[in-house]
């Protein structure tokens, strides 16, 4: 077929169509193959053609999927369950309700912090819900990393964080090494380091993380009977 001819035919194609035709309906029709129209010298690509003769193109792009709005339905869906879904029950939902975010794009809000800064408020709201707090606490891990090394000049001491049989024991020390040695010895139980975070106000970040932990505090001491949940976000922070 010569170009006029193949120009005359895409043109009847388009009208019989509603005024498109793809670039596959219109091989399958003339019967050529790819090859052969992209090997010709006038074939611009089927776009370009498309333009040139006056028929309207479609370019598929996916559409842009909001950030907030996906991270409304995630944490939505975190509060139903009351905790975090599995890659499976993400795909789930998501073949249910398409505000669902893919596991795909949650990671990558994950990786650039963004899924931390929009959730953030919402832990805000709702103090009592671990994984949103976890999950807020995400963002102030690079945060705390930078504030470490430009504010080391200012650590005045650590809180650390000890595990003893199943109990914690979050207390404050200049040299938190040391003190681990020191209450391993007086502790009848295995006793493990957990983390430590420098700060330049032991007293009153040792006082916050009591505060935060209050409901879980093992009568007036310095121990606590946390989950896996509370222990991670301690361990996020680097410097407080």
Known sequence: MHRDKIHQRIRELAAERGGHISFRDFLKEVGQTEQWIRGQPWFPGWNSLLTELGLPTRRFEPPQRNAADSTASL????????????EDELRRERSLNDAIPSVGYIRKL??????ATLIAPYAESDPSNKILQGLAAEKRQDEDTVAVASTKDRVQGYVYMLRSGRKYKIGKSTDPARRFREVRLELPDETVQVHAIATDDPTGIEAYWHRRFAGTRVRNTEFFTLDADDVRAFKLRKFQ
């Open 75 to 86: 944490v939505e869906l975190v509060r139903r369950l009351g905790r975090w879904p599995t």
């Open 110 to 115: 994950r990786r650039s912090g963004e899924l």
